[in-house]
C-alpha cells in the first residue's frame, strides 16, 4: 500500500492548512492529506504550522493570543494569492466536519510549539473529543516532534494510530527507544539523508514509514522500492494514480 499524503493540504495550489487546500485532494482523488493544529487561548483548536500569525495571514504576533471570534477578522489567503482572499484559519470541528464530508482521512500533526504544559493538556483534551465526531470508516493518524505530547495522547485514547516524526539529525540510536515508549506504530522521518539501511531497519522492527516531504518524483519513486509505506508531498497532483491506494 503506497499512500500520497497531501501536504498541509495540497499546499502548492492554495494557502497551506486551510479548508479550500484540504478540499482540493478531492480533485485528485487524494484520500489522505496532513495538516498542523495548536490551541488557541480560549482552548480553540486550529489548523496552523506557525505559532505566528505573521508567515500565512494579514496579521502578525503569536497564534495563542487569539479567540475563536478572532478568526472572522483574520485573512489566511491572501499572502497565496487574491483567488484566496478571504480564507480563514480553520478550527479543528471544521476540518472533521470536512472530512466527514469529503470522506477524506487525516495526518494530524500536533505542534503547541509557544504554550505552557496546561495548554497542551487541553490541546490533547480538545483533539481527543473533535475525533469522536468523525464519521464511521474515517481514518486517522495523530503525530507530533514531541514524544510527550504523544505518549500523554496514547494514554488519553489508546485505540488512536500514533506516529513519532523525526528530523534527521534526531534520528540517533535512541528512535527507538522513544517509539516504543510513545507506543507509535508509525515513524515519520525526515527526507533529506534518509538512507535504505534506514528504512529496512524501521520496516524490520515492524513499523510504518512514511516519509517527509518528497515532491520529486525520483525520490519518491526510490523510498517506494525500499519499502516505504508512504510520503507526504506539496504536489499531490503531480503523482499519478498508480501510486493512489484507492
Ligand atoms: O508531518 C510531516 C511534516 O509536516 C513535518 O514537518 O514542519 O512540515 O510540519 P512540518
Ligand atoms: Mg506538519
Redesign the pocket.
Known amino acids: 500500500m503506497r499512500t500520497i ?1 497531501a ?2 493540504g495540497v499546499s502548492s495550489l492554495a494557502p497551506e492548512n486551510t479548508l479550500s487546500a484540504i478540499k482540493l485532494c478531492t480533485d485528485y482523488q487524494v484520500r489522505w492529506f ?1 495538516c ?1 493544529i495548536d490551541i488557541l487561548q480560549d482552548d480553540t483548536i486550529v489548523l496552523s ?1 506557525d505559532s505566528t500569525l505573521d508567515r500565512c495571514t494579514n496579521r502578525s504576533g503569536p497564534l495563542f493570543e487569539l479567540n475563536r471570534q478572532d478568526l472572522d477578522q483574520i485573512d489566511a489567503g491572501s499572502w497565496f494569492s487574491d483567488e484566496y482572499c478571504g480564507e480563514r484559519i480553520p478550527t479543528l470541528d471544521q476540518l472533521i466536519a470536512q472530512m466527514n464530508q469529503y470522506q477524506l482521512n487525516a ?1 494530524i ?1 500536533i ?1 503547541s510549539g509557544d504554550v505552557s504544559a496546561e495548554a497542551c493538556r487541553r490541546l490533547l483534551a480538545g483533539l481527543d473529543r473533535a475525533l469522536n465526531q468523525l464519521n464511521d470508516g474515517r481514518e486517522y493518524i495523530i ?1 507530533s ?1 514531541n514524544p510527550m505530547l504523544l505518549a500523554e495522547f496514547k494514554r488519553l485514547r489508546p485505540q488512536a494510530p500514533v ?1 513519532c ?1 523525526f ?1 534527521n539529525h534526531t534520528l540517533n540510536d535512541d528512535w527507538h527507544v522513544i517509539m516504543e515508549w510513545t507506543g507509535a506504530e508509525y515513524i ?1 522521518p ?1 527526507n533529506e539523508g534518509l538512507t535504505q539501511q534506514q528504512v529496512q531497519l524501521f520496516k524490520s522492527k515492524g513499523y510504518q514509514v ?1 516519509v ?2 518528497v515532491n520529486a518524483k525520483d525520490r519518491a519513486n526510490q523510498l517506494f522500492n525500499w519499502g516505504v509505506d508512504g510520503i ?1 508531498t506539496d504536489f499531490p497532483q503531480n503523482f499519478s494514480s498508480k501510486y493512489r491506494e484507492d
Open positions: 499524503f501536504h498541509r496532513e498542523d504550522h495526518n500533526e505542534k503525530s516532534f506516529a516524526l528530523e515519520h525526515q512514511n517527509w516531504t507526504f
